[in-house]
């Protein structure tokens, strides 16, 4: 099935840096959602993008959606303890399937 | 607030003894989704219902069965749950299929002993 390719698969950061992380697929995606998965929880929606090139920020996080539609990055900036976890893309194609893909996330570290 | 909620957010069950996890949704969303989730993986699939109609994944097994009697509430049904079946199970809705954000509950994380 359809993969998009995210990374880092980790990051291991002290507290105050800025954080960056992306994905990529083989096909042109209409929509890239970002989210952030906390150890036994489900994950929360942080960002949602639509259009090619539209940036959007929600706090200190920013998301971008690749001019190409094939890639999407996230950045933290000025990272505290509580940005610490899990955080996932995913996509809707622009063929149609009636479902998200996700990548394979990226494990956040913080050491204080 | 409106929000996706599931119970119970931990189930244990037995080998072979079938189980049934919940979701309810105070969204109004027409579409909801059953996922399972496996340490350090994506979400994965298993099916969802738009309004009333199910779409089952090809790959998701004969054992996982779904039931949405209202918009509200939607059933994940493991007829015989296998050791292989322990993971988290994830429920989500959105507005609607179509390049639609998805609303992630909290999950529960089922151990079969």
């Known amino acids: 099935g359809q993969q998009l390719n995210q990374s880092p698969q980790s990051m291991f950061i002290q507290e105050g840096e800025d954080v960056s992380m992306n994905c990529t697929s083989s096909?042109?995606?209409?929509?890239w959602l970002w989210y952030k998965q906390d150890p036994g929880e489900g994950p929360v929606l942080l960002i949602a993008?639509?259009?090619?090139?539209e940036l959007t920020s929600n706090g200190r996080l920013t998301a971008q959606f690749g001019i190409t539609r094939k890639d999407s990055f996230l950045n933290i900036s000025a990272s505290i303890p509580s940005d610490v976890g899990i955080y996932f893309c995913?996509?809707?194609?622009?063929?149609?399937?009636?479902?998200?893909?996700f990548g394979q996330g990226t494990r956040l570290t913080i050491n204080p | 607030d409106a929000m996706v909620i599931q119970n119970p957010r931990y189930q244990v069950t037995q080998f072979g003894k079938p189980v049934t996890l919940s979701c309810s949704q105070t969204?109004?969303?027409?579409?909801m989704y059953w996922y399972q989730q496996k340490s350090s993986q994506a979400p994965k699939l298993l099916f969802h219902?738009?309004?009333?109609?199910?779409?089952n994944e090809a790959d998701t097994p004969d054992n996982f069965q779904s039931r949405r009697p209202n918009t509200s509430f939607c059933f994940l049904d493991i007829r015989s749950p296998g050791l292989g079946d322990a993971a988290m199970y994830l429920c989500?809705?959105?507005?609607?299929?179509?390049?639609?954000?998805?609303?992630f509950g909290p999950g529960t994380r089922l151990t079969v002993t």
């Open positions: 969204l109004n969303h027409n579409v």
């Open positions: 993008l639509y259009k090619a090139g």
């Open positions: 096909s042109i995606f209409n929509t």
């Open positions: 219902y738009y309004d009333k109609d199910f779409n």
């Open positions: 989500a809705t959105s507005r609607d299929l179509w390049g639609r954000e998805q609303y």
């Open positions: 995913a996509g809707q194609d622009s063929q149609g399937a009636q479902k998200l893909v």
